[in-house]
């Protein structure tokens, strides 16, 4: 079915979008707590207008927003639509080219921070059911589930989601919150990684002293955090943790095969990303790099002087922020106290170290296929013109196995962004024309389902 009266909605589409896109929830600045709430607020609000009944209900951390549409009777499937209103912070912000709470579009792009991950892709959720609604009673059930803290590791969303678990029985979780393959190119989620978060703190002398006067004799907590994440990886790029690899699956052939089959040019990777050269663990393309192999990257390093100039200085302490992206069946657990194990073998005794984890997320692996699957596969190819692609993921998002695993629904990930599209960087952009094609795709994925 096909909805020709979708493009005299856009202009105001288009308007209430840059409405959401201006407040910013950013949920992890404490001084960004009302504007997070503000952001819950505008949705809750968006929800009912729609058509919705919708509420905030209340968390230790930011609300969830919580809309329903559950007229099509008990026999209908019922849909859970998850997404999240919190976005992250926008720094640096001198290299945005135009201010990232004030939507802009240049050549095609609206630029603004939240508008691929996630709020663009959440308003395209509520405006085709806006517009569904506005016609008669939908085919299927909705619970819509907005959450403020995705971009801080969802960590009040679990217990939310345990304790609600009858109000959000569903048949299938619906997400947008991921890329297209390639321009034109659609598809579908077969895996997410998962994450650990940790920080690592080195600590020596009680206090910072002249290098010259104590250097030599007294341990350096930066030289010894350098030495602790140089035995992270071999020089082949595999992680040298005793253990890590244990709970690797396997990945079947058929995925293997299917990663292989996709359009990818390295070359034109590296050049995306701007790297004078690419480096992963030997013997995988960088596809499954990204997709089926874990990670250890360092995401911060703080320690000493690193200011203007020389300043021969002993540091007291070195920190550094260590992640790690995990695939199945490996357990965050389980990472962080091999880690633990790791530090503690490697580490100088004259120093004193410690590993503390920030948070974590479960990998996520699709069965592809189902009902569900299947409409999400015949409402993109639909809207796009070509059957969409099954792709990986190397981002997180930790939810979604927990709600495989609570609510026994499969989920679905179909997003609408596009690579590049500089998620958590600077100068954040969604294509103009994915409002529309988006929104499309949506009203028939929801349409087809009716039984
Ligand atoms: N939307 C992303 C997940 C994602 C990233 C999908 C890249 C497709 C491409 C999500 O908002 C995200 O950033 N997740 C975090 C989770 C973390 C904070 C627990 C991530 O992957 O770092
Ligand atoms: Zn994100």
């Not at 079915?1 to 404490?30: K, T, V």
């Not at 991921?178 to 034109?184: L, N, P, R, T, V």
């Not at 024309?433 to 499309?440: D, M, T, V």
């Amino acid at each position: 079915m096909s909805h020709p009266s979708l493009s005299p909605l856009l202009p105001r589409l288009r308007e209430e979008l840059f409405e959401f896109l201006r407040i910013p929830s950013i949920s992890a600045r404490r001084e960004h707590k009302d504007d997070t709430r503000a952001a819950a607020v505008w949705l809750r609000d968006r929800l009912e207008r729609a058509g919705m009944a919708a509420e905030i209900l209340e968390t230790p951390g930011h609300p969830v927003v919580l809309g329903e549409w559950q007229e099509a009777g008990p026999e209908a499937p019922t849909l859970l639509i998850y997404g999240h209103y919190d976005v992250q912070p926008a720094e640096p912000l001198e290299l945005w080219t135009a201010p990232p709470f004030e939507p802009s579009v240049r050549d095609g792009r609206i630029y603004a921070r939240g508008v691929a991950d996630d709020k663009g892709q959440v308003f395209l959720h509520v405006a085709a059911l806006e517009i569904l609604l506005s016609q008669g009673p939908l085919p299927v059930n909705v619970i819509f589930l907005a959450e403020g803290e995705e971009e801080i590791g969802s960590p009040h969303l679990l217990p939310f989601v345990e304790r609600h678990r009858e109000r959000l029985a569903a048949d299938a979780v619906i997400i947008s919150d991921s890329a297209m393959f390639a321009e034109g190119l659609p598809s579908l989620l077969f895996s997410l990684r998962g994450l650990a978060y940790t920080e690592i703190r080195v600590r020596g002398p009680r206090s910072d002293l002249h290098s010259g006067a104590y250097g030599g004799a007294v341990p350096n907590p930066a030289t010894e955090l350098a030495r602790i994440l140089a035995s992270l990886h071999d020089a082949g790029g595999r992680i040298q943790i005793p253990g890590f690899y244990d709970d690797v699956v396997e990945w079947d052939e058929e995925t293997l095969e299917g990663i292989r089959t996709l359009p990818f040019s390295p070359e034109a990777f590296r050049e995306g990303v701007g790297a004078p050269g690419l480096h992963g663990e030997t013997g995988w393309t960088p596809l499954e790099q990204l997709w089926v192999r874990p990670t250890c990257e360092v995401n911060g390093l703080l320690s000493g002087y690193t200011g203007e100039g020389a300043k021969t200085v002993l540091p007291s302490e070195a920190m550094a922020k260590v992640s790690f992206r995990l695939v199945p069946d490996q357990d965050p657990k389980r990472v962080v106290a091999l880690l633990r194990d790791h530090v503690a073998q490697v580490a100088s005794p004259h120093v004193s170290v410690e590993v503390e984890e920030l948070h974590s997320g479960h990998p996520w692996r699709a069965r592809p296929g189902g009902p569900f699957f299947e409409a999400a596969r015949e409402a993109l190819e639909a809207t796009f013109g070509v059957e969409p692609v099954l792709t990986g993921e190397g981002g997180s998002i930790p939810i979604v196995p927990e709600f495989e695993r609570i609510l026994g629904a499969p989920a679905v990930l179909l997003g609408f962004a596009l690579p590049g599209s500089n998620m958590h960087a600077p100068d954040e952009w969604f294509p103009e024309a994915h409002l529309e094609k988006g929104i499309q795709t949506l009203l028939s994925f929801y349409t087809s389902l009716r039984s």
